[in-house]
């Protein structure tokens, strides 16, 4: 097969404690293949002469912590050799945390509960990635809880997720509603939307940690790794804080913010460590644009599977209106005087508001609530999956949707959500 591989190849060798750094924008993919020594991305160890794909506009670093030789076949948009990275730092972190997590299981207690903060684009799910997966290849099996919902690595936009870390992350993709996940619709890809609501759910995520650690004594001692939103100002500091205090977090990891440490050493506890980080040089910054494109490739990763390797195939179909019931979280903001007594502004923000089915519904996406009934808090159920609302028809009073699953629905409450998705297929 390599033979008929026509695109430029090119050999390069890394030094120890070097990273090669790659970047493929747009359509473009190269395949990478370790030939000599060793080497491992994000955490993620390369198999020896196993070729990858990379692809999806990636933007990786390929470290040795001894030497090695890389293959590249075809022509990256960006590569090049460092030897100026933190790895060394994240790595005594990592090994930190594992005398944690010794210790927690030689005591029967919690291991460390750690939150990674920081600016937008400086590395946060990165470190994530490199702590866990290290974890894992360590005999662990921490938590991961993702409270970014605007790039969530758990599920689509708009969710908050917690997921049990079995095995190191795959190298090509990142996989969807992975196996063991446990997902919250929230609806919205900032915390500014709905703050309350989205408290709410950071601290449901928290019950369901507990819950977890509670079944599983691995779970237990292996802690947790809480990757957040870039947004550290005001509410968005706020919303950290929250998270570190519902967690009783052991220790935060600021990526490049001197002030934010400085306000968590004020703000928290003095029992928790606050670690400042440097971020690595190849981290990339993103602009808006790339965020929105990266957020619509993602919901179609979730129904079609990666780009190009049609590895998923949706189904459409037709549910009527009496088959499902549509809500929101949130009710529009209503004065103060005009409450119930004892209810507050802010209630109405985790308030279940039906939602009349029109045509305004199409290209949105919904979650599907695990609720069997509202009797049960739908507001903080867990969800089933998402579906797109591709068509609806009034006249017939059908909805038309783009499922993961065939028909029927197994649950029939439905979550309205801010994100949108055009079904180009
Ligand atoms: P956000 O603000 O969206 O939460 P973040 O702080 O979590 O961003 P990452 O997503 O971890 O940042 O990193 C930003 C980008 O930089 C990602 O595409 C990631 O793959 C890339 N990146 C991170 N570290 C490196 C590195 N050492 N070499 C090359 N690319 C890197």
Redesign the pocket.
Known sequence: KEEEDTRPMKDWILVQNS?L???VQNDNSVDIQLLFGVAEI?GTEMAKNMRYTISN?????I?TDISCTIRILGSPDIAYV?TD?P?HIYRNTHFALEHLRRTAQQNDTFGPKVM?C????????????LLSNYAVRSGHQPILVDI?V??SDISIPGSIGVLPIERPAGIEENEFLKPGSLVYHYGHNNPASNLKFYDTLVSKTFEMYQERCKENPTNKYSGCII????WIDGSGYKCLLHCAKVYEVDAVLV?DHERLCIDFQRDLPKTTSIIRLP????????GREF?KNHRNNVVREYFYGKKGSLSLFPFSFEVPFSEVSVYKIGAPEVPESCLPIGATAEDGNTQLVPVEINKDLVNRIVSLSMATSLEENVVSCSSAGFLCITAVNTDAETITVLSPAPSPLPRKFLLLSDIEFVDFK
């Not at 506009?57 to 670093?61: E, V």
């Not at 990757?227 to 870039?230: I, L, R």
């Not at 971020?279 to 993103?286: C, I, L, N, Y």
């Open positions: 990273e750094r790659l970047e994000f506009q990636a933007k990786i670093a470290f460092s990275t790895m990674v920081g600016p937008t684009d400086v590395g946060k799910s990165t470190l994530c990635r970014d605007g790039q990757n957040t939103c870039g990526l971020k690595s040089g190849g981290t990339v910054v993103r965020r």
